[in-house]
């Protein structure tokens, strides 16, 4: 009985840092910085 407890709850925390991850990666896919002047095409 323990030990199905304790899949229980690393499978919990495993789906709470995927989707952790998921979300942050998501985040930085969006961000999109300023074009320096100097990289523009005239």
């Known amino acids: 009985m323990k030990k199905k407890n304790l ?8 789906t709470v840092f995927a989707t952790t991850m998921a979300t942050s990666a998501c985040i930085y896919f969006f961000y999109q910085p300023e074009e320096p002047e100097s990289l523009r095409e005239k």
Do not use: E
């Open 7 to 14: 899949w229980t709850l690393l499978a919990a925390v495993a």
